[in-house]
């Protein structure tokens, strides 16, 4: 039989921002019963008492606390080198059955020079890059008949490498997030694989950026 303190507990891991205010005991206990209740009872199919969700978060917040701190903290502090790269541009364009060429030529051309910075993410409807300055030309030249709905010049990014158990660790990203955000960091571009996280910001906001990725795990 499931419990009402294994439902809440459910419930609040899969939400970062509650599980990390009510670790920090900055929430108002009882207002976070009362607008969890209706998802308590409907899981549980009965009624349930306010006070006993009361008493679940009372006994959770410790043991959040702790995991935060074990689980949390030990995998930002053990992130690997980071790297910084200036003088790029980003480029999105519509898909198209003609995109993909464009892109070999650029894979071809870069083959001869593996100093250039250059990512691609295809989605549904368009399709972004993120390159060196110094390939503006052949862009424009690859991609000269296709529909550029985007493009911004004077940017630099920031890559992480990422400790492995990163991509099961609820609220790794949303830490990491969460600290650009409340610096006033504006995210052009945010690019990410297995091991490797990069955001992509304005030329002016990379000291800023870096200071904070560096300093993450440090906390």
């Not at 296709?146 to 992480?160: D, K, N, W």
Request: net charge neutral.
């Amino acid at each position: 039989m499931v419990s009402i303190s294994h439902v809440v507990e459910d419930l609040v891991k899969h939400r970062p921002y509650l599980s990390e205010s009510l670790a920090a005991g900055i929430i108002n206990v009882s207002s976070l019963a009362r607008q969890l209740q209706p998802s308590v009872e409907k899981i549980l199919m009965r009624e349930v008492n306010t006070g006993a969700i009361v008493m679940a978060l009372n006994r959770l917040a410790p043991y959040l606390q702790v995991r935060d701190q074990v689980q949390l903290n030990k995998l930002l502090s053990s992130m690997g080198d980071i790297i910084l790269r200036s003088n790029l541009c980003d480029y999105t364009f519509k898909n198209s059955p003609t995109l993909l060429d464009c892109h070999v030529e650029v894979l071809k051309h870069l083959s001869k020079n593996d100093e250039i910075f250059y990512t691609m993410v295809q989605g549904v409807f368009e399709t972004n890059l993120v390159i060196s300055a110094t390939m503006e030309h052949w862009i424009s030249e690859f991609f000269r008949n296709e529909i550029c709905l985007f493009e911004q010049r004077g940017l630099s990014s920031v890559t992480l490498k990422l400790p492995k158990g990163n991509s099961v660790q609820a609220g790794f990203y949303y830490t990491i997030m969460k600290e650009l955000s409340w610096e006033g960091i504006n995210l052009t571009e945010v690019i990410s694989s297995t091991n490797e996280f990069t955001v992509v910001v304005d030329n002016a906001l990379i000291d800023k950026t870096f200071a904070v990725l560096k300093n993450i795990g440090k906390k």
